[in-house]
């Protein structure tokens, strides 16, 4: 069985960091196209970041560009998004997906063959 384990959310002050976790057990992370995406109360999911790891590029959407960062250890098969000068409106939960494909519409849900389980991020005062 694939299993996506996401973690490393909580409460942050504005302008904080939190790092995200989404390790992998039953598939090889670097292997794959991994996206982050976030669901805010009362909003559609949306993405958040994806990286090709088979050709080594990664895109943000423009929200975040700049303040997040994603990466991936191979040795711990493990996907982190770094996010930093954290905004309120970046509270949401969020969750790490995985795609056997390299190419495609890696901006959607559909694109994704498994997905974790979400970590709940707020950023409030």
């Known amino acids: 069985d694939v299993q996506l384990q996401v973690s490393g959310g909580g409460l942050v002050q504005p302008g904080g960091s939190l790092r995200l976790s989404c390790a992998a057990s039953g598939i090889t992370l670097d292997q794959h196209t991994i996206g982050w995406f976030r669901q805010a109360p009362g909003k559609k999911r949306e993405w958040v970041s994806y990286?090709?790891?088979?050709?080594?590029?990664?895109y943000y959407v423009d929200s975040v560009n700049g303040r997040f960062i994603i990466t991936t250890d191979s040795a711990k098969n493990t996907v982190y998004l770094q996010m930093n000068s954290l905004k309120p409106e970046d509270t949401a939960i969020y969750y790490c997906a995985a795609s056997s494909y390299s190419d495609g519409d890696e901006k959607m849900d559909s694109f994704y063959d498994y997905w974790g389980q979400g970590t709940k991020v707020t950023v409030s005062s």
């Open positions: 990286t090709v790891n088979s050709a080594g590029y990664t």
